[in-house]
């Protein structure tokens, strides 16, 4: 009962921030002035504090709220889907009507009533109704741990020297010339401004590339906390001077940004206790949250998790039977970022031939083509709704490229692959033999020795899963291949390396170009192993303190280029509030980390005895035909 009554105030306390951020922003948005002045900044604090909260809110407010009020039997990496939706559908709307009213007061037309449903709910439910479930509140609240760490980074005002756009707005916190980080924002811009996206404006946003390029979801979704959180974009290059909360909203857009994608860590969580059962399914939030690259991911702004997350449930789908909202699932994956149709390199191979019950000379052709069909709904609209306007085939010149050779020799073809596997796969391969790479680098210059080092946490399987971790890692790969061969190769195996044959634009490393998805596949693999060896890690002091270490990679990662190219001096003489909250909040989230993933792994929580039958399905590669938990 206690438990019922703290995750009520809680979920009240958000409810009301998020109301109180719409208020504020509306009434009195951020200033076009330098925010150099205490006041400004003790206010900034709180717009980022109250945006939060909002951004919280609103991805997973509408979805619990919508299981308690018709007692639907939503999983928990559904909920998010109801937010995402909610938020969609504002920011279409704001798009649609701007010229007959501001977007700013559409998006608030419809957060304000979704805010005051969940109050009203909240305040009138009955004090024994419990929302969400012990685990789930756990789980929650383990996910919001790298939230939190990603938002507090990227509040900090120093980034590494050499950062793309530094002082801007849309810095990406790497020394790199990839402006990814912005495109979806554009679309922030265009819905803000009711620019048609195939008008001279929208060409020119856009240029060389075109709207359909990349999926809108993403920043679509994004604008109503922009908006109503009182940004106003401006339509172009977000180039202007960076503060901590800036008027045009760019660090509004990245705490929608960074909330959104988290939310792949639930589905990896719902994937795992199908396969596997409860105690699994925590454990892979506990490594999901401690893996670099889903940090490095996080504070990038691209929508590549949130497509990865879909064709995670895409998976969720194929193991339930249900193939068609399987493709249904990568179909919406696709229009967050098409690079979702990769999910197709180990699902394709699964539906053939699924992990029990396959024959190799029988495969299983009804439920690839049910799959396939459902994606190719959601696809085929796409491209009609953009009327011809499509540049998705460009994306297929990748696997004839080498770098910036277009029309590449066999041999040259061969080298640069040859060189991009060992950037992917050897440890200190890109920080020793390719530190000049191109795509490691600033526009026409170098970048120090140090930011070459931290962006193999992005790039390269040893650093991305943890450095320390990593013999851990090659161990239970092993394992888990013996165990069940056919699903290793399906998932590990097949996708890895079509993708390495497939990528050609770059060779730093290939997981941040399309891997998001093998690497959240990898975790949900670790944990199912974990599983089928009765945890066996976690009798083991010495592999739990690495568990804990990681967390500590993940700090690295966080502070270690900007230190080790400005110095250990963290605090800027511009803005040293709200510096020293940023820095204060990324090492109070780095030690909680640790000590989470310490704690939930202690003797006692996943080691204690095995529950009766029915409660949890231990190992479970393909769940009961039925029902999955």
Sequence with gaps: MRRIFTERNLM????????????????????????T????????????????????????GPGIMFRALYGKPIRLAFLPLYGIGVLLFAGCLAWCLQGVLEPKWTCAAVVGPVLGLMFGMLVVAPPEEEFLDAEERRTLLLVGIPVGLAIARSFWFYGPIGELNAGEISRNLWTEARPDSHISFVVVEMVAHGTHPYGAEGFHLFDPYLFSSRGPIAGIASAPIVLATGGRPILGVPNQIWEPFDPEGFMAYRVAMITMSATALLTVWQLVRALAGKRAARLAVLLGISTPFVFAELIFTWPKLLAASMMLLGAFWLFERKPLRAGLSVGVGYLFHPGALLGYLA?????????????????????????????????????????GHNTQEGFLDYIEEAGANYHPSLWQWI?????????STVPFYLWIFQNHNISINTFFGQSPGVSHFFFQYWTGVPFAFSLLFFPVLLITLWRFAKRFTWPFFAVVVIPFVAFWIYWGNGSSGILREGMQAWVLAVIAILAVEQAADHFD????????????????????????????????NPISPQYPITDLF????????????????????????????????????????????????
């Design 537 to 568: 890690w976690m009798r083991s002091r010495t592999i739990r303190a690495i568990l804990v270490l990681r967390g500590f990679e993940v700090f690295a990662l966080a502070v270690g280029a900007t230190l080790g190219t400005r110095g250990p």
């Design 347 to 387: 699902l394709g191979p699964l539906a053939l031939w699924p992990p029990r019950g396959a024959k190799l000379w029988r495969p299983r052709i009804k439920t690839a083509v049910l799959m396939g069909l459902g994606t190719a709904v959601i696809v085929v609209a796409w491209m009609i709704a953009n009327h």
């Design 582 to 629: 940023a820095v204060g909040l990324v090492v109070g989230f780095a030690l909680l980390m640790m000590w989470a993933v310490w704690k939930e792994t202690a003797p006692g929580t996943l080691l204690r005895p095995a529950e009766p039958p029915g409660e949890e399905a231990v190992a479970e590669v393909v769940p009961p035909p039925a029902h999955l938990p």
């Design 12 to 35: 009240l306390v958000l409810v009301v921030a998020g109301a109180l951020g719409c208020l504020v922003g509306l009434a009195k948005p951020s200033t076009l002035a330098s925010h």
């Design 415 to 423: 080298v640069f692959r040859a060189t991009s596997l060992a950037d």
């Design 37 to 60: 002045t205490h006041k400004q900044q003790l206010l900034d604090i709180a717009r980022l504090s109250l945006t939060t909260a909002l951004a919280v809110v609103m991805v997973m």
